[in-house]
């Protein structure tokens, strides 16, 4: 069920979050995910016709208000309405953030892509809940674009204002690197859209994150940064 208010105040408190194709399991898939520990959900699928496209949406949906976690629509915020979406994520050559939300409202969650220094800086006027600072590595999911490197995760996290949810790579093995770096949020794909046991590799992720950033508290003290 989705809170008063939508689900933008959660965001700050949410750690992993899965961009998913469309796929013929798509509702087990998003079931294991979620019962494994992702906590935030995009639908992304750049092949599918709008109607389809709403429909299969439609079914995300309906896992994650099972799961009490919010589900996101990838860059069309006319369809995420349509659908009755928890919010968009839109892109550097979508539709602006200030038309994603006069789509969408207030009471939607608006997230945006950055991959330099300079969209960061521009999005900190925007009308955004969120961004995500990446790819840090080379992925199939952006083909053609450089990674980031973890340096600019640091630049982000330090400058947003708001969530930062990390792309590229994220796996057990490179959490420790990103929280060090300044990570908070992750999202990830790969790791969970090509295993084999999607519950127990969630699970295995989300460990790594929480054990990641407890140390990096005990450290430091409470975590800096977003």
């Known amino acids: 069920m989705t809170p008063p208010g939508g689900w933008r105040a959660s965001l700050a408190g949410r750690r992993l979050y899965l961009c998913t194709p469309d796929r013929p399991d798509l509702e087990s898939f ?36 099972d799961h009490g976690v919010p589900c996101i629509l990838n860059d069309r915020p006319d369809l995420a309405l349509e659908a009755d979406m928890d919010g968009v994520h839109v892109g550097q050559d979508d539709v602006s953030p200030a038309i994603a939300r006069r789509i969408v409202g207030d009471g939607r969650v608006v997230g945006l892509s950055t991959h330099a220094p300079a969209e960061l800086d521009a999005s900190v006027d925007e009308p955004v809940d969120y961004v995500s600072a990446g790819p840090v590595v ?42 060090e770096a300044g990570a908070r949020h992750f999202v990830v794909v790969r790791y969970l ?13 989300r460990r790594a994150v929480d054990d990641s950033l407890d140390e990096a508290a005990d450290r430091n003290g409470a975590p800096s940064g977003w």
């Open 30 to 65: 998003l079931d294991a995910c979620l019962s494994g520990g992702v906590d935030l959900v995009q639908v992304r699928d750049k092949h599918l016709d709008a109607r389809p496209l709403v429909a299969r949406a439609r079914r995300a949906l309906a896992v994650c208000r």
């Open 138 to 179: 080379p992925t199939p999911t952006k083909p053609g674009r450089p990674g980031t490197g973890n340096e600019y995760v640091t630049y982000a996290t330090a400058r947003a204002g708001r969530p930062v949810f990390v792309t590229g790579g994220v796996t057990p093995e490179t959490v420790p690197a990103l929280v």
């Open 193 to 205: 859209v090509a295993a084999d046991d999607p519950a127990a590799a969630a699970a295995r992720l």
